[in-house]
């Protein structure tokens, strides 16, 4: 069951396609209190009670414990302690006593989540404006109320088929030679990649749909030639526009009043990379068509996929933040200071950047009337992603487009992916790249994935390696490091070939990983799950943290420690651990329910099968296209027949259908014998074991 209980006066947010009837009932588990201009939501939690939910923040799958603030933030530190990353997905799903249930608060201000933090026993949820619509779900079960949620929000973005492949980005990529080499260092050692990101160091100045002509000369040239070798390139596009006359982005926006303003009408100023800047409010409809059709200059040179940053958006300062800074720093330095005007002297220069005063200085038109930006704040990324999907889509309808965001809030799932934002090279962050991934789903975010080997600070190969080995399962796979750390390719490292061997395990495993991605995004089911989802009943599987189920047939559990040679995995049913060092090379070791010790050494990645289930694995290839999805071969533990439904299309139409057997194939074991009821597929079953 789904009712809605509105406080306030909601707005509107795009986050669901479904209208939910306003329920005459009271709130049920909630108690309601009004508070210093918001509105509290108080639920009593059972000692045993698990929260699961709120798509990307820090910490645990169980979100019980700890503060969560919905407040997009440009945030370079994932701390335990942070209470905001750069997205809010606001639902959380209660289970324990009873039956569980889902709550979703539709609120694009700040809300905050206090999940047994300040009181071990209460769950207190906070809308700091007041207006929000509550969507409660009650269903029997787990996986039901995400279902449920996910067919009120829509369905979820669909990339192309090229975007599974592996992807090499790196903030400091300057010139056309530059990544040209890097595709010859991956195709020479045969390292598979299918696309290149170009960060803004591309552009003119960071200026939006610029690009340097003198380090990119000919980027159709440059984007034809890559193509021919199977790689996309894929820019990035900033929300900040740089305040220039002369540049048409700037021109245009200051003509027809596009960019968010002050209260006097004048346009906003705020500092990101291109210097002053302005920012496009793209929650007007025109606003985002207009940017949105700015995207065509890059389509125009063959470029098919880009990222959205700095969109929650950041400000490194304000005109006025800065004005305010001076005077104060003035004031300060006129006399030798003491310490506590030195350490005030410190707040005030670090809290020039994303400073809230800032964010409510400036304005948006929100259906058609004025609003003060730290109302709406959670939607300016979500708003981006649409403009540019819009955009790409009003550039050619029937194809699929890479896009992924910084920021998001729910309803941007329908139109592009998220990335994880700027973690570091830390062993904890493996581990917070697989606590996300369940979350995300949750809240229809399927196109997802961190940067691998990690964004700041520098790197080991050992880590980069484990990181992969997490990394090939995530749908999106991207390499991603920021300026001034250590060069960070697979190519750079001594365990070069481990990591290789890695990603021909990631390209053999597509047949899988796309079949499951796109059956999950079009029947609204979530290709990562905890294990507490699919094991409701078993007291143990509901508090794993580090392992996952992955699509209906596995689960992944991850090394995520340095100089670990393996790890304690807990099987919640019999499994068949497959113990890859590439696609070529591995053992198959069927396993009981129960706790184990899993050697695994540096080149070794794991994946467990469940009992019963098989899956596909292909023969790989260096690049998307050039793996064959009809050359199977089945992996599995069997009592008897199984089957998998495999599902293929063109991998670059907008419009896959799924029902009319076009696009799902059935093969599978049946007395001892392969079988395949599709167009074309061979299957070999000589990797399925037969009753251990
Ligand atoms: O202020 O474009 O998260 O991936 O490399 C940093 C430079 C801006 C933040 C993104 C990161 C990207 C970086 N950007």
């Known amino acids: 069951m789904i009712r809605r209980f509105d406080y ?26 009004e508070t210093d201009g918001g509105v509290c939501f108080t639920h009593a939690l059972g000692k045993d009670d698990l929260i699961f939910g709120l798509g990307e923040t ?5 979100k019980r414990g700890h503060l969560y603030r919905s407040w997009n933030t440009d945030e370079f530190s ?3 302690s942070k209470e905001s990353l750069y997205a809010s997905h606001n639902l959380l799903i209660f289970s324990g006593q009873g039956s569980p249930f889902g709550v979703f608060f539709d609120d694009p201000g700040e809300v905050v989540f206090d999940l047994g933090y300040t009181d071990a026993n209460t769950a207190a949820i906070t809308s700091v404006n007041g207006n929000v619509s509550v969507i409660l779900i009650e269903e029997d079960e787990l996986n039901a109320i995400v279902r ?7 369905q979820s973005y669909l990339p192309p088929k090229w975007a599974f492949g592996y992807i090499q980005s ?21 390292i598979p990649l299918d696309g290149v990101c170009l960060d803004i160091d591309y552009m003119v100045d960071y200026k939006d749909f610029s690009w340097n002509r003198e ?28 305040e220039q006359s002369g540049y048409d982005v700037c021109d245009e926006g200051v003509a027809n009043g596009y960019f968010c303003t002050y209260e006097d009408g004048s346009p906003f100023v705020g500092a990101v990379w291109p210097g002053r800047s302005y920012f496009p409010d793209f929650f007007r409809p025109e606003v985002r068509r207009w940017f949105g059709d700015k995207y065509h200059a890059l389509l125009d040179q063959g470029i098919e996929g880009f990222w959205n940053d700095m969109n929650e958006p950041a400000l490194f300062y304000s005109e006025n933040g800065l004005k305010a800074a001076h005077e104060e720093l003035n004031r300060l330095l006129t006399t030798n200071i003491g310490l506590d005007a030195f350490f005030h002297l410190k707040d005030v220069v670090l809290g020039m950047a994303n400073n809230r005063d800032d964010y409510r200085s400036f304005y948006h038109q929100h259906h058609g009337k004025r609003m003060r930006h730290d109302k709406v704040h959670n939607l300016y990324g979500a708003y981006m992603t649409q403009a540019a999907a819009e955009g790409l889509r009003s550039y050619d309808p029937d194809k699929r487009f890479l896009l992924f965001s910084r920021a998001s809030y729910v309803g941007a799932h329908r139109h592009g992916g998220v990335w994880q934002g700027d973690n570091s090279s830390w062993w904890s962050h493996i581990l917070l790249n697989l606590k996300m991934l369940p979350s995300l789903n949750m809240c229809g975010f399927l196109y997802t994935g961190a940067d691998l080997g990690g964004f700041s600070s520098n790197t080991t190969e050992d880590l980069l390696l484990r990181w992969l080995q997490l990394g090939a399962f995530t749908p999106l796979m991207r390499n991603h490091s920021a ?27 597509l047949p899988y990983l796309y079949s499951e991605f796109m059956k999950c995004a079009l029947t609204q089911e979530s290709m990562f799950r905890p294990l507490a989802f699919d094991y409701p009943a078993d007291q143990t599987a509901l508090r794993v943290e580090d392992q996952i189920m992955l699509g209906k047939e596995c689960m992944i559990a991850p090394v995520y420690q340095q100089n670990a040679r393996g790890r304690y995995v807990y099987l919640p049913e019999d499994m068949l651990l497959v113990r890859f060092r590439s696609a070529a090379d591995y053992d198959l070791l069927p396993m009981e329910q129960g706790h184990h010790w899993i050697d695994l050494q540096l080149n070794e990645m794991p994946l467990f099968i469940r009992k019963g289930c098989i899956i596909p694995l292909s023969r790989g290839g260096e690049w998307v296209e050039a793996v064959d999805f009809t050359d199977l071969t089945l992996l599995g533990w069997l009592d008897g027949a199984a089957s998998y439904e495999l599902y293929d299309d063109d991998g670059t139409t907008t419009q896959p259908v799924l029902a009319d057997g076009l696009n799902a194939i ?11 009821d599709g167009k074309g597929l061979t299957v070999d079953a000589s990797r399925v074991i037969v009753n251990g």
């Open 170 to 190: 790196r903030w400091g990529y300057a010139a056309d030679s530059e990544v040209r080499a890097i595709v010859r260092e991956h195709r020479d050692r045969h």
């Open 666 to 676: 059935l093969c599978g074991v049946k007395d001892g014998r392969a079988f395949a």
């Open 483 to 509: 300026l001034h750390t250590r060069d960070q390719e697979i190519y750079r490292f001594g365990m070069q070939e481990d990591m290789r061997n890695i990603l021909t395990v990631r390209y053999a495993l």
């Open 8 to 33: 306030g006066a909601p707005l509107k947010t795009d986050a669901l396609v479904k209208d939910v009837p306003l329920s005459a009932d009271a709130l049920p588990y909630f108690t309601v209190t």
């Open 148 to 154: 449920a949620f996910r067919s009120l929000i829509g």
């Open 215 to 242: 380090s990119f000369p000919d980027l159709k040239k440059l984007s034809k030639d890559m193509k021919e070798d199977h790689i996309r390139l894929i820019p990035i596009i900033d929300a900040g526009v740089k």
């Open 58 to 62: 820090v910490r645990g799958i169980n």
């Open 78 to 80: 994932h701390l335990e």
